[in-house]
């Protein structure tokens, strides 16, 4: 069972990514284009925007080669922990007000992949 939950945990990953990576990153750097920020901020927003992409690839491929390699099954810690604290992290922004955050998906993919790789360890 859990190969089966790592994978899909890594499928979410790599949906995740090419969503974000590819038309949440045009759309994102348009409104940021927009803003009156200046262009050192701007460049560091894409940044991080891309940093995130980065990470969800990462987090996939680790947890599809722990699905394969239960040996490796430590990489899948990291993975499930920043995944749950960033869920964290989405949910109190959101009781705190932000309430634009609830129609964004980050805060439910980021509880799924952390919760089904608590389930596949």
């Known amino acids: 069972m859990s190969f089966y939950l790592f994978l899909f945990a890594a499928a979410i990953c790599f949906l995740s990514a090419g969503v974000h990576g590819i038309w949440g990153r045009g759309v994102y750097l348009g409104f940021i284009a927009k803003t009156n920020l200046p262009s050192r901020e701007k460049t560091i927003s894409a940044v991080s925007w891309d940093v995130f992409t980065i990470m969800l690839l990462v987090s996939g ?61």
């Open 61 to 121: 491929g680790s947890l599809g080669f722990v699905a394969f390699n239960a040996h490796a099954i430590w990489m899948a810690y990291p993975i499930m922990l920043i995944n749950l604290m960033g869920a964290a992290v989405f949910f109190a922004m959101m009781a705190m007000g932000r309430k634009e955050l609830i129609a964004l998906p980050g805060a439910y993919l980021m509880s799924a992949i952390g919760v089904l790789t608590l389930f596949a360890i």
